[in-house]
């Protein structure tokens, strides 16, 4: 299986015609896998920790702002026991690894979920993001690389761009700020380069800090990173463009 980083959005993005067909097409090119463990910028959490297990879990619905509706969309998984498990499995024995018993998917995980896999009949582990370091996160994607070789999809949910506080147009059409084009070109000439170390100095590149005022919407990219066969081969790009004006780019590592 390949390794993903994707731009999730908010919910609004399930309305979105252009976003969920992108994001549905590149699904069907994937072989289907037989599990899935996502990290998503909504829970940044230490020691690691992963979401439960059990079938059903109800989700976490994490926004606020929104029509009521979408606090009332489910995604009802089955049993992941045993994914949660393969998790473990591949960890040091020395690693921390907290199971919650109640906690569900956050809207980074769901929210794309229900495009690529709209019967919810895939066992689905979301995992907490543990540190905001580039080399931390790309070692826990080591790690967890061999899950790929069992039919393991591993997703790193975020966003290229999430400068919200300076955004001044809120249609989805609009056109994107210079510091989300700026970051954005930037983020996409290292990875054609196949240059991680500069990617992991993004805290320096064009753009900064409006397009990432906080970080947890990059660096999930990090973990997908560590998981490629090799990290400074270029990626596929599967979608590209923007939604409010920030960056959609999403990418696949081999």
Do not use: C
């Amino acid at each position: 299986m390949p390794a993903l980083y994707l731009g999730h959005g908010a919910p609004p993005l399930l309305d979105d015609a252009t976003w969920t067909r992108e994001l549905a097409q590149w699904t069907a090119r994937l072989p289907r896998p037989t599990g899935i463990v996502i990290l998503s910028a909504h829970w940044e959490s230490a020691p690691l920790a992963i979401s439960a297990t059990a079938a059903k879990t109800p989700l976490v619905y994490d926004f606020s702002g929104f029509p009521e509706h979408y606090y009332r969309m489910t995604y009802e998984t089955p049993d992941a026991s045993d994914l949660g498990r393969l998790v473990r499995s591949v960890l040091p024995d020395t690693q921390e690894l907290h199971e919650h018993s109640s906690r569900g998917l956050d809207h980074g995980a769901w929210v794309p979920l229900k495009v690529m896999y709209p019967d919810a009949d895939i066992p689905v582990v979301q995992m907490s993001l543990p540190a905001n370091d580039p080399d931390a996160l790309i070692a826990l994607g080591r790690r967890l690389q061999p899950l790929r070789d069992q039919g393991i999809l591993l997703i790193g949910s975020g966003f290229l761009t999430h400068g919200l506080p300076f955004l001044t147009d809120w249609s989805p059409g609009a056109t994107e700020p210079g510091w989300s084009r700026d970051f954005d070109a930037w983020a996409a000439d290292a990875l054609a380069r196949g240059d991680v170390d500069q990617l992991a100095r993004f805290r320096e590149a064009p753009g900064m800090p409006y397009a990432h005022p906080t970080v947890e919407h990059f660096i999930p990219l990090f973990v997908t990173l560590g998981a490629a066969t090799d990290p400074s081969a270029r990626p596929e790009t599967a979608i590209t463009g923007s939604f409010y004006g920030l960056s959609k780019r999403s990418i696949q590592v081999a």
